[in-house]
């Protein structure tokens, strides 16, 4: 297995003057509601809206200056090709963003404010990221997954370390999955420093392919439904090594309804004014919903991103 | 006149360990839509979700302890009333908080966070004023205004002291204005140490009192509307030092519209993903408004608080 812990020690050494230290708020309102201690780690105040810098420059810095030459090719569905297309301008590297049909306009905006070639790809999450592999082998450039990778894990990673110096015991931490990459450096840091912290996975019932992937002992390709979560969505790369780390680390999984997405959305508005997207509320529903499981711990909730369009914003209010 | 630098310079260190050195972000979006460099000031971020915090926390702590003894009055249109509550709870003082009728609910919630009496007194502003101001006489205890205080002016200039670790140069920083707290402290500040720096202050056209104030050489009582920038609404104490800073240190003003104000805020949400209440908003829209003016200039906009209603947000996104 990965030492975990020694890449994310070397990955914020790496990232640290690229990255944001974001607040983790202790919520009065939230913590009264739900009767624990309610601690938002806000990366959705992260550069471009969401933690995926830390992986994407980790990985960036980790490349040699020949494989620098050789230009970088990702797939995202959003937020991981902003960090990408981040990375890239801040480091004057050249490379390509595939993104599915289905992408957010918003994602869009923001991977283009950046310097970087953006194409639209597939219907499906899997047939851009299957293209974008392809499209890196063909033209010898170097392809940077959103999740299936040692350096972007524990880019993420660096998350949990800043909690370890922001709060002490963190009893329980809830995080949003979709590839498995934020929970997998974020576990696999815990575990090894504050064993009883217990790990929680928290999937749209829409999308819940780690989920259920970890029950059936297996990657599975599974049907999957449009959710809030846009950045959660879709399947998972065959063979991604977030899956033994999730089947190692991660202690428990939530799933959460649409309503219950949107409701944890709404209720960050009126509590903390903050905005979030889907993949945050997924993690906020699963505290909201379970509560009484947690009651006087201290809980942290990953906030991954803000990255919400206005129109979905409209929806969620309408 | 005052030394307000050196007011600041003290109240910096009284307050450091309360307060948040905020993120000051450039903006992208912003910036290439205006073609200047936006940085914002994200006082929306600030414990409490505004900027108040500082001036409040400045003012309890400079109380010697037989003032703490006898106890605070203050009177707020919501986000002061919710950083005196804050101060008073994190130094175990009692006291009480007078609100207007017209105050938002977000905000009474806001206050009602902490530890502390909240009464709802008066139609207009300065009605509820003069109420705390007489309770506190009638019942020996300390007044604490939100903007005619030098240490509470002094508090929201450590602004001024951030901005400048932060940015060099400050070409132009765009203030909103209500009584005048905010912008005394900064431009007090900001004007000893970055003389060449314009300061800009912002009111709706609603209600712009100090703009009008300023024109007619003296503080002037006037009729007022409703506007989105609650936080900046309503008349100001007669005798308001804020009112001879202001003459001396603020090079303009801008007077900004409802429907501005409302599109200042929509376009936060989307370029950035961030909230504001209708005082930050009325800061932006003025930078919005006369873009021509600062090309290619640095301009911050401080983005004063965060607490909109979530009524008020689904009415301007209606």
């Known amino acids: 297995m990965f030492d975990i812990k020694n890449e994310v020690l070397e990955a914020e050494k790496r990232i640290r003057s690229h990255v944001r230290e974001t607040p983790l708020d202790y919520s009065v309102a939230l913590s009264r509601a739900t009767k624990t201690n309610v601690f938002l780690k806000c990366e959705n105040l992260q550069y471009t809206g969401a933690f995926k810098v830390r992986g994407a420059i980790n990985k960036l810095l980790s490349l040699s200056p020949s494989q620098r030459e050789q230009g970088v090719v990702t797939a995202s569905s959003g937020n991981h090709g902003a960090a990408v297309a981040f990375g890239l301008t801040t480091l004057k590297i ?5 993104v599915p049909e289905y992408v957010s306009p918003t994602k869009v905006d923001n991977i283009q404010n950046y310097n970087v070639s953006l194409e639209i ?16 082998k063909q033209h010898n450039m170097i392809y ?11 880019g993420q990673g660096t998350i949990g370390l800043e909690l370890t110096n922001q709060l002490e015991p ?10 498995g990459g934020l929970i997998s450096g974020i576990a696999g840091y815990l575990k090894s420093v504050s064993s009883k ?7 749209p019932e829409n999308s819940p392919v780690m989920a259920e992937s970890i029950k059936s002992g297996r990657i599975i390709d599974m049907e999957t439904l449009p959710t809030l979560s846009d950045a959660t969505a879709g399947g998972i790369e065959p063979g991604s090594i977030t899956f ?32 979030i997207e889907g993949a945050s509320g997924v993690a906020l529903a699963a505290l909201m919903k379970n509560a009484q499981q947690f009651q006087g711990k201290n809980v942290v909730v990953i906030l991954s991103g803000a990255n919400i369009s206005l129109e979905t914003l409209k929806m969620i209010l309408g």
Chains 1, 2 share one sequence.
């Open 94 to 98: 050249s490379g390509i963003v595939f």
């Open 121 to 136: 790809y597939g219907a499906d999450w899997i047939q851009t990221e299957n293209h974008a592999i392809e499209y890196a």
């Open 144 to 154: 940077v997954s959103p999740y299936n990778d040692l350096q972007v894990i524990s």
């Open 170 to 179: 963190i009893d329980v931490i809830l995080v949003p999955i979709g590839g």
């Open 197 to 203: 912290t217990k790990i929680i996975g928290c999937l």
């Open 244 to 275: 033994e780390i999730c089947q190692k680390f991660v202690d428990h999984y939530i799933l959460v309804s649409e309503e219950e997405i949107k409701n944890a959305i709404i209720s960050l508005i009126k509590t903390q004014h903050l905005l």
